[in-house]
């Protein structure tokens, strides 16, 4: 079973630049995850999908960050525009889709790495 | 609202000797409790997890974890240390009757950077 792929796997950009993240989930994964990660710390949530709707982007900094999943497969995260605050690891995660109180394991990719400049 | 506390953000041991990674929890429901492992420019892997049944969990690789409800604690452990556990290891938290859009949320820790010494 393929993991999820994620690419760019680096980024280095200028503050005020606009900069995008593919993430393509483990097949037949409904749920997916964007994670922000800066340096020294643990992941932090930006957003989830359920199939192509969204159900949690309490976190995402909406008047830089969107993020789209279109036909409920692959994603995008967007940043419009950079700001030096934004350099981290950005993670993607997929998960089955919650049957009952079964707890689904996430599955993480390995990863962006935006340095703004 | 939950959280977790990882004590030392940086653990170095001997190859051989024992690994123990601290964490600490915060939750007013018994959570569900997460081990992953991070290695250089790889995305998280899970160890382990703790989902109400046994309390003494084996994971991967040799790894093995205690929930402790009276002291809200889920230390990571390894009897022998080798040098390829070198990595960061991240504990989580997520509340099991979360309904809706907070179900399966993991809120994590710090992280620990584990060093193996030969």
């Known amino acids: 079973e393929a993991g999820v792929a994620q690419s760019p796997r680096y980024k280095i950009i200028e503050k005020r630049q606009s900069v995008a993240f593919w993430c393509n989930p483990i097949?037949?994964?409904?749920?997916l995850y964007w994670y922000q990660q800066i340096l020294g710390q643990g992941p932090k949530l930006l957003i989830q999908?359920?199939?192509?709707?969204?159900?949690?982007d309490s976190q995402l900094p909406k008047d830089r960050f969107s993020a789209e999943r279109l036909k409920g497969v692959d994603s995008t995260l967007k940043i419009q525009p950079a700001k030096l605050e934004d350099s981290a690891v950005y993670l993607c995660?997929?998960?089955?889709?919650?049957?009952?109180?079964?707890?689904?394991?996430?599955?993480f990719g390995p990863g962006t790495r935006l340095t703004v400049l | 609202a939950q959280s977790v506390t990882q004590l030392g953000s940086h653990v170095s041991v001997s190859e051989g000797a024992l690994v123990l990674l601290r964490c600490n929890y915060s939750?007013?429901?018994?959570?569900?409790l997460f081990w992953y492992v991070q290695y250089p420019n790889q995305g998280l892997q899970l160890l382990l997890k703790y989902t109400s049944a046994a309390t003494l969990v084996k994971g991967i690789n040799g790894f093995e974890a205690e929930f402790k409800k009276s002291e809200t604690s889920f230390h990571l452990t390894k009897p022998s240390a080798h040098m390829s556990d070198a990595a960061e290891y991240f504990c989580a938290v997520s509340d099991p009757n979360a309904g809706g859009t907070s179900y399966g949320k993991l809120t994590f820790g710090q992280g620990t950077i584990l060093t193996v010494h030969p």
């Open positions: 939750s007013s429901v018994p959570p569900y």
């Open positions: 999908f359920q199939n192509n709707g969204v159900v949690d």
């Open positions: 097949s037949g994964h409904a749920t």
């Open positions: 995660a997929s998960s089955r889709k919650r049957e009952g109180k079964s707890y689904n394991e996430q599955f």
